[in-house]
């Protein structure tokens, strides 16, 4: 069992920058992928990067490739997501999530793919 908590999240001009941390528990964080994802009002869940359990790759969605970031530090409990170049469209409700699996080989982006989320943080993007 994974209990995510996401912070960080605001408003931001565009052009701007935030970090989102997601803060796990429990003593298997470790061995599980992340993902974050984020949902725009009346549009769906929507991929926007993941980790794998060891750290050695990511993935990201096109329309963040360049500008975010995904990180995790296995010692903390925490994966993070740096956003950089902020634009109005990357206002969502953002994510975490922990894959559904332990030692998932490869990384998955889609939400049922997922089985542990975090109650989400609101990050706002001003013209």
């Known amino acids: 069992q994974v209990q995510l908590v996401e912070s960080g999240g605001g408003l931001v001009q565009a052009g701007g920058s935030l970090r989102l941390s997601c803060a796990a528990s429990g003593r298997t964080f470790s061995s599980y992928a992340m993902g974050w994802f984020r949902q725009a009002p009346r549009k769906e869940r929507e991929f926007v990067a993941a980790i794998s359990w060891s750290g050695g790759s990511t993935y990201y969605a096109d329309s963040v490739k360049g500008r975010f970031t995904i990180s995790r530090d296995n010692v903390k409990n925490t994966v993070y997501l740096q956003m950089t170049s902020l634009k109005p469209e990357d206002t969502a409700v953002y994510y975490c999530?922990?894959?559904?699996?332990?030692?998932?080989?490869?990384?998955?982006?889609?939400?049922?793919?997922?089985?542990?989320w975090g109650q989400g943080t609101q990050v706002t993007v001003s013209s």
């Open positions: 999530a922990a894959d559904n699996s332990r030692w998932t080989r490869g990384i998955h982006t889609t939400p049922l793919e997922y089985g542990y």
